[in-house]
């Protein structure tokens, strides 16, 4: 029977005297790696397979996108929280300045669109309101107490809206009527509905219009009875009790506005136009400068503002801030400037 073998192959011996690599030329001394000087110099010019840059470099940018964009994102993070945190407080206008920081950066950002959408009706700014609703038309919002609070302060704001066309006509046609206005007003008087509501609203806004303070303040009651938070029906009254001079509960209808909204700045001007009226000058110089501090660029600020100046005896600085405030006013709508005037140029007394 034949037999078989199993061969063994021995690895070669590795002449230590020679170069490691080649194992025909002696090495060159004085390196730690024992290598000719053929093998060192074909070595040290092996060229890096094209595959290895090319993974390298993406990398490299890929490094280097996150270096200059994770700051942006960070930024966006700490801002989107402080405005979080400002809702939280009701601080609305110092919310709403943080998101614009965010969604200059993510326009399409949902959860910051959702907010702008609330602090804006917070603020009473219903058309910079529209826009951010547009832009969230479609959007599924994930957040269910977000969602539930923006879906809430639409319908509140909705009620707003609820204008009965035929009603604001006639109510506009007898504006310089007294008796006209009360006699519509005894027609809806009983109606409890949001537009006879917003209706009466009108109603009193003419008849205070034609210093008629009494019967304004009568309707407007009625109003709040039926619904105590209506926004146009308390600023009414706050300035229908500042004319009467019942100035502690016009004060207190600014803190219930304040409540709601502690950067309400027309609560604010509100309330420096009733220290004002009770000569608290000190006082509501204070509230005028918080009001330009939020919004220097609000008209109703600014007329503030210009009172304040103006009563203070510095009508240079109050004609100043009046041809502001006619800068800011669209062709159409010049109430500000128009009522602002009649007291700056002496033709009526504040107080």
Known sequence: MEQHELSTNE???INESLCLNCQARPYVE??????????RVKLINFPIPKWIWIFTGIIVLMMLWGMVRMPLYLGTALHLGRAEKAMNQKHYVTALHELEKVIA????????LTRIVICNARNMEFDKMSVALSALEGKKIEDKDLYNEVQNTINKMSLYYETDT??????????DSAQALLAIYSEIANDKSDAANLGAVMIASNLYDL???SEAEKIINAVLANNASCYPA?????????NLRKFDEAVALCDKMLEENKENVNAICQR?????KRGNDAVAARYATQAMQLVPENTVVLETKALVEYLAGHKEESMLLFKKIKTLETPGDTVISTRLAV???GQEKYR
């Not at 035929?166 to 504006?175: K, P, S, V």
């Open 11 to 13: 690895a070669p011996e």
């Open 30 to 39: 004085g390196h730690s790696t024992k290598l000719c000087a053929e093998c």
């Open 105 to 112: 950066h993510f326009p399409q950002n949902t959860e910051c």
């Open 166 to 175: 035929l009603l604001a006509r006639r109510i506009n046609d007898a504006f």
């Open 211 to 213: 210093n008629n303070y």
């Open 234 to 242: 308390l600023t009414l009254q706050i300035a229908v009790k500042r």
């Open 272 to 276: 420096a136009r009733v220290e004002l």
């Open 343 to 345: 007291i700056l140029s």
